[in-house]
């Protein structure tokens, strides 16, 4: 009787994904299956030792016995007594039982009771056809004794195996003969080399993907990188011609100041003229030109209208070109930050974030 020997994988994935409950289960029920299984094992394991073990002793038995059977021959054929020497049926017991021992089939209960009926029919030749001294007897009874107790040791291991055969109910041995059947099946469909080649192909192919995305990443870091590198640069650029015009700006101001106090100098010579030179001729002259001190008033009101007018726009003029130049200036001291650069900064944070984990 042989053990049936294979090792049982509580902790084997299945390849197919299953939820955190039906996992649990599964695997309780592989482990009472497992824990089922293996006390059957180490039942057979047992008695298979014990089987073995006897085996062992029934051997050595028999070498015990045929040594004493050469023995007894040669004293047999030293003394020359005229008894019939070891036939051809002692010969052929003696070939089987060597057999026997070489074949290592001494389990069978059939093989048993043959080997005892042999032996019996060995000694009553031995006792029949030759006086053996006390030592041979004894022996032989020492064997005849160590037969016995191992046809008793088989006997209530065959009493064990029948008890537990019989305990067993049907349903249980079915669905432990199905299990290992279906266990066994599984373990020879199982190829080492098939499941490292699999494992090998589903890393090659994550590490596949992970390299895809970390070059697709990068390269929309390169892209938004190379569009903020150009943002800044124009930002550079629009805050240089800013300062310019705001220099020309100053420069036109300055000349407009000049302009305007040339203009208000230039008015306030003509109507110095007005008031000393051609208001005192005409005032000298009342007759001579025909203009009376209406007009003259009324030449003089139009005139200083008129200035007022021009000091006007002039000072509006101004004022328009000093708001504008105080707005370019606060435009340039606090940006408005580009919805495009605030889309850059909130990619950019992800990916770091990505990369991160």
């Known amino acids: 009787m042989e053990a049936r020997e ?12 299953l939820s955190q409950e039906e996992q649990r ?6 482990i009472l299956v497992g824990n089922q299984i ?9 008695l298979s030792r014990r089987v073995e073990s006897t085996n062992g002793h029934l051997v050595a038995t028999v070498d015990d016995l045929n040594n004493e059977l050469q023995k007894l021959k040669t004293e047999m054929q030293q003394r020359g007594n005229n008894s019939q020497p070891i036939g051809e049926e002692l010969q052929k017991g003696m070939q089987e039982l060597l057999n026997a021992r070489k074949d290592f089939n001494l389990v069978d209960p059939a093989i048993c009771n043959q080997l005892e009926e042999r032996i019996n029919t060995l000694e009553e030749d031995l006792k029949a056809s030759n006086p053996l001294h006390a030592e041979s007897k004894a022996q032989i009874n020492a064997m005849s004794e160590d037969i016995k107790i191992f046809k008793d040791k088989l006997q209530a291991t065959q009493e064990k195996l029948s008890r537990l055969d019989r305990e067993a109910r049907p349903e249980d041995k079915a669905k432990v003969d199905a299990r290992l059947s279906s266990l066994e099946a599984k373990i020879k469909s199982l190829n080492p080399k098939r499941l490292e080649q699999k494992l090998t192909q589903r890393q090659d192919a994550f590490e596949d993907g992970v390299q895809d995305l970390v070059e697709r990443l990068a390269g929309r870091v390169n892209e938004r990188f190379d569009f903020a590198s150009n943002s800044r640069k124009k930002l550079a650029d629009n805050q240089e011609h800013l300062a310019q015009k705001q220099v020309e700006l100053k420069q036109e101001q300055a000349e407009l100041g000049k302009q305007q106090n040339q203009l208000q100098s230039r008015v306030n010579s003509i109507q110095d003229i007005l008031e000393n030179d051609i208001i005192n001729f005409l005032q000298n002259n009342p007759g001579g030109s025909g203009i009376s001190d209406s007009q003259v008033k009324q030449l ?3 005139m200083e209208r008129k200035i007022y007018e021009n000091n006007i726009r002039l000072e509006a003029k101004m004022d328009a070109l000093f708001d504008m130049t105080q707005r370019q ?17 909130g990619t950019l944070k992800q990916l770091s974030q990505l990369l991160d984990e």
């Open 25 to 30: 289960l599964k695997a309780i029920k592989k």
């Open 300 to 302: 003089a009101s139009d």
């Open 38 to 46: 293996e006390r059957l094992e180490n039942r057979f394991r047992g």
């Open 329 to 345: 200036l606060a435009a340039k001291q606090a940006p408005q930050e580009d919805p495009k650069l605030q889309a850059i900064k």
């Open 6 to 17: 294979f090792k049982i994988d509580i902790n084997q994935q299945e390849p197919v994904q």
